[in-house]
């Protein structure tokens, strides 16, 4: 048998596992065709945030939080689908939470004076592939909830 070599403790590194949540973002946002830098509107140690433009006043936003302990870090995506106005919002608030009885794997929510459709997913073990997922189930959902919100209130879709 060989010798066996004895390492100083100054030389031994430790290695973390798991994915970088950062990275992993990125690259959902690189596969979308955006470009992750220019999309990104604010980064702290322990959280970030980007915003990428849909098209017709949307937005999507993506929040990372948690960043520092990879296994507790949480991924948010949501898109605003509506304004809730001060007139009639308790009928509005009230049709949306009905309607959001039919919503596949999302959420809605009020932030502000928004109803967003949104998801919030755990980074521990997820792949871009179940990041662009969430990003569909929000995508073909929030036509329809709008269009069933419109005609629930009795306005005219746009």
Not at 8 to 15: C, G, L, Q, T, Y
Not at 31 to 58: H, I, K, T, V, Y
Request: with cysteine.
């Amino acid at each position: 048998m060989g010798k066996i070599k004895k390492f100083s403790a100054v030389n031994i590194r430790k290695i973390t596992g798991g994915k970088d949540p950062i990275r992993l973002v990125e690259e959902f946002i690189l596969r979308r065709g955006f470009d992750p830098e220019e999309c990104r509107r604010e980064g702290e140690q322990d959280s970030a945030r980007w915003m990428l433009s849909l098209g017709d006043n949307e937005e999507l936003e993506i929040l990372a939080e948690g960043i520092k302990k990879p296994a507790e870090t949480t991924i948010y995506m949501g898109i605003n689908v509506a304004t809730v106005p001060l007139r009639g919002a308790s009928d509005m608030l009230a049709a949306a939470l009905e309607i959001a009885d039919g919503l596949v794997g999302i959420k809605v929510s009020l932030v502000g004076h928004y109803l967003v459709l949104s998801s919030t997913l755990g980074v521990a073990g997820i792949t871009v592939e179940e990041l662009d997922y969430h990003y569909k189930l929000i995508d073909a959902q929030q036509q329809w909830f709008r269009e069933t919100l419109a005609e629930e209130l009795g306005w005219e879709s746009s």
